[in-house]
């Protein structure tokens, strides 16, 4: 959504109150039915000049059906009324996000839009055979249109699986290579609409990737794309620069919807895009041209009619604030895709298991309730704790050249990305003065640290001894995550989702981090305080998983042993007994107890006397029973519960032998 509006209180009477544009509903909603051509037509303007930045309004126009009112006009007997209905459904998909768009498909949009795919083909047939005999007008016409109606394909696209199936029986990869074929002999602005929608469609939907594999000659084309050089542009000032970034975000679409593009072509482009903009700069920049923009407010009243539509009506400051929020956009879009890549980059090798044998058989965990510390089964039990410990990370892996490398040379810049500005998580008492630009903020300091998280995931799941011996940078990184931190604060609550959001996503960056430098690392009180309090609070299970995770690691610093106290309390109250069951779900519980194993898998270490003198091992043997059920309830019908049932059984396992493991020492 570019313009968020979660903050808003639900219905139209809270919407009316919020919004300083209410009395120009209805006669807009009136003219939109003239006889009046012209009045129909003004309306369809007016629609796009009312909802810019501004959600409360929109919602309004929602309420009066809005959405039916433009589709209608898309059949409409004049071109005109057509081409700027279709601008504004553009527009509000844009600023209105899934629920909009969700209303559009539901309000059978797709009829008349897939109507006009081979009209645009057509047109754009006859303009390449003979560029001459079009008009200037003409042409940005056509263009503007096709930039529209793409672009609606492409928001629809991203709505649900029914709008996206609808989509893909159009099959429209022959009409998006179209555009992105004829590119030099186009304007880039339909070009750069067909390839974010071939981007979106491409993006893990089978349909579309065989469709765009079925020709050789649209791969070559992408990959041609994607490795051109900047070209030269013409034009001056903020209009070259606006040009020649839309080329470069081209690129960075191009190789993101290319199947199995190399890394060697993406991390190379990829690496400039996202240290080409200073986000306070920009943040600055935005706050001045929307300060310049209040001062000559533009009016429904005082939109022309009488000439072609220029730029959907803008001032050249509001062309200037949407280019700016077009280079955030593509930086957001560059994260994106190297993320993916940095997911791609080699993962262990542990032995896989097979997937079709029976669910393994219940072991009798009696002896455990009992005591029983003869000889029988000693050996198993190593066996199980040794398997934990390698499934736990501590097995020597080779390590991997890019992670060598490319990886750690990534971090810099990703850090930089994720330090927010005054603009990018307004309080609710403060909104922001351009949410456009406030999204697009916060979506690339979220994407950043989505882009850090499979780093570390990688660097984790892959050690490289180069890495992991610079202890100083895992200390730099793990600080100043904690600043974006610290500035982005815990505010929670309506309009402030994606700042919770940023906390969920690195948190997992701090688990990573504390995996490559395991041992190495210290928090603070506040810090691990933090950590406990966002587990304790939260209820989505996969947040509390990273939470334990990060707790585990940080326990296992030698000389750390107040701090392993503290977090070793808090994991073994997460533990079942004999009268109630986990306060958190099963998943978490898993990871609770796998952590404790690994913490105190080595008697030697200072921090093993918490284990002794807390009494660990006892509280572990009466958890045994609970732990076993807690799995054993595992729901069948739960997504990926089948490997969620095998690692509970596994570690329930390896509990049993930790148990019959530290008996053993009798210490």
């Known amino acids: 959504m570019r313009v968020p509006d979660s903050h808003l209180p639900k219905g139209l009477a809270a919407a009316s109150q919020s919004s300083k544009k209410a009395e120009a509903i209805l006669p807009i909603i009136q003219k939109m039915n003239s006889t009046d051509a012209g009045e129909r037509k003004w309306a369809c303007v007016a629609v796009s000049n009312l909802i810019q930045n501004d959600s409360s309004t929109r919602r309004l126009l929602q309420g009066k059906n809005v959405v039916g009112e433009l589709i209608t006009r898309l059949t409409d007997s004049e071109e005109e009324v057509v081409m700027e209905a279709m601008g504004s459904l553009r527009n509000l998909c844009i600023d209105g996000g899934y629920d909009i768009c969700a209303e559009m498909y539901n309000k059978n949009i797709l009829t008349p839009i897939k109507s006009f795919v081979p009209k645009i083909s057509q047109v754009l047939s006859q303009y390449l055979e003979n560029p001459k005999e079009a008009s200037e007008n003409a042409k940005k016409l056509t263009y503007e249109f096709a930039e529209n109606v793409i672009t609606v394909f492409w928001c629809l696209s991203e709505t649900n699986n029914k709008a996206l199936n609808a989509i893909n029986e159009i099959d429209l990869v022959p009409f998006l290579m179209s555009f992105l074929g004829a590119r030099d002999k186009l304007s880039i602005t339909p070009v750069m609409a067909a390839a974010q929608c071939l981007y979106v469609l491409s993006d893990d939907n089978d349909p579309a990737i065989s469709s765009l594999r079925s020709d050789a000659s649209y791969i070559t084309c992408l990959l041609s794309i994607a490795k051109e050089a900047s070209s030269t542009v013409n034009g001056e000032g903020k209009e070259k620069e606006g040009l020649e970034f839309k080329r470069v975000s081209l690129r960075i679409l191009a190789s993101g919807s290319t199947v199995d593009i190399d890394r060697e072509i993406?991390?190379?482009?990829?690496?400039?895009?996202?240290?080409?903009?200073?986000?306070?700069?920009?943040?600055?920049?935005?706050?001045?041209?929307?300060?310049n923009i209040a001062s000559e407010p533009p009016t429904v009243e005082k939109l022309s009619l009488k000439h072609t539509p220029k730029s959907d009506h803008k001032s050249n400051h509001e062309v200037e604030l949407e280019n700016l929020e077009g280079r955030l956009r593509s930086i957001q879009l560059a994260l994106e895709i190297l993320t993916g890549a940095c997911a791609t980059l080699p993962d262990p090798s542990f032995e896989k298991q097979n997937e079709d044998e029976d669910e393994p058989e219940e072991n009798d965990d009696d002896d455990i309730m009992?005591?029983?510390?003869?000889?029988?089964?000693?050996?198993?039990?190593?066996?199980?704790?040794?398997?934990?410990?390698?499934?736990?990370?501590?097995?020597?892996?080779?390590?991997?050249?890019?992670?060598?490398?490319?990886?750690?040379?990534?971090?810099?810049?990703?850090?930089?990305?994720?330090?927010?500005?005054?603009?990018?998580?307004?309080?609710?008492?403060?909104?922001?003065?351009?949410?456009?630009?406030?999204?697009?903020?916060?979506?690339?300091?979220?994407?950043?640290?989505?882009?850090?998280?499979?780093?570390?995931?990688?660097?984790?799941?892959?050690?490289?001894?180069?890495?992991?011996?610079?202890?100083?940078?895992?200390?730099?990184?793990?600080?100043?995550?904690?600043?974006?931190?610290?500035?982005?604060?815990?505010?929670?609550?309506?309009?402030?989702?994606?700042?919770?959001?940023?906390?969920?996503?690195?948190?997992?960056?701090?688990?990573?981090?504390?995996?490559?430098?395991?041992?190495?690392?210290?928090?603070?009180?506040?810090?691990?305080?933090?950590?406990?309090?966002?587990?304790?609070?939260?209820?989505?299970?996969?947040?509390?998983?990273?939470?334990?995770?990060?707790?585990?690691?940080?326990?296992?610093?030698?000389?750390?042993?107040?701090?392993?106290?503290?977090?070793?309390?808090?994991?073994?109250?997460?533990?079942?007994?004999?009268?109630?069951?986990?306060?958190?779900?099963?998943?978490?519980?898993?990871?609770?107890?796998?952590?404790?194993?690994?913490?105190?898998?080595?008697?030697?270490?200072?921090?093993?006397?918490?284990?002794?003198?807390?009494?660990?091992?006892?509280?572990?043997?009466?958890?045994?029973?609970?732990?076993?059920?807690?799995?054993?309830?595992?729901?069948?019908?739960?997504?990926?519960?089948?490997?969620?049932?095998?690692?509970?059984?596994?570690?329930?396992?390896?509990?049993?032998?930790?148990?019959?493991?530290?008996?053993?020492?009798?210490?």
Not at 266 to 290: W, Y
Not at 396 to 413: A, C, F, K, T
Not at 637 to 664: M, T
């Open 370 to 667: 009992e005591g029983e510390e003869g000889e029988e089964g000693e050996e198993g039990g190593d066996n199980e704790l040794e398997m934990d410990v390698e499934m736990n990370g501590d097995k020597e892996l080779s390590g991997h050249p890019e992670n060598d490398s490319v990886l750690p040379s990534l971090v810099p810049s990703l850090l930089n990305l994720t330090y927010p500005t005054s603009l990018s998580f307004p309080p609710l008492a403060a909104p922001s003065p351009h949410p456009p630009t406030t999204s697009a903020l916060s979506a690339i300091h979220i994407s950043a640290m989505e882009c850090l998280n499979n780093i570390f995931l990688s660097l984790a799941s892959s050690p490289s001894p180069v890495v992991q011996a610079d202890e100083e940078g895992g200390r730099k990184v793990w600080n100043d995550v904690w600043s974006v931190l610290g500035v982005i604060g815990t505010e929670s609550g309506l309009g402030q989702e994606k700042r919770q959001e940023l906390w969920e996503v690195a948190v997992g960056v701090l688990w990573g981090v504390g995996v490559v430098y395991k041992g190495h690392l210290t928090a603070t009180q506040e810090q691990i305080q933090h950590i406990i309090d966002l587990c304790t609070s939260t209820s989505d299970e996969q947040l509390r998983v990273k939470c334990i995770g990060t707790l585990e690691c940080l326990a296992q610093h030698p000389e750390s042993v107040a701090t392993n106290k503290v977090i070793a309390d808090y994991l073994v109250s997460l533990l079942p007994t004999l009268s109630k069951s986990s306060p958190v779900g099963v998943e978490p519980l898993i990871q609770a107890v796998s952590a404790l194993i690994d913490i105190y898998s080595d008697e030697t270490l200072p921090y093993d006397v918490n284990f002794r003198q807390g009494g660990i091992l006892q509280t572990l043997v009466s958890s045994v029973d609970g732990v076993k059920k807690a799995i054993r309830g595992i729901d069948k019908r739960r997504e990926g519960s089948r490997d969620l049932r095998r690692r509970g059984d596994e570690v329930r396992e390896n509990l049993v032998a930790f148990i019959q493991y530290r008996r053993r020492l009798r210490l």
């Open 266 to 291: 993406v991390l190379p482009l990829l690496q400039p895009v996202i240290s080409s903009v200073s986000l306070p700069d920009a943040a600055t920049t935005a706050q001045r041209l929307v300060e």
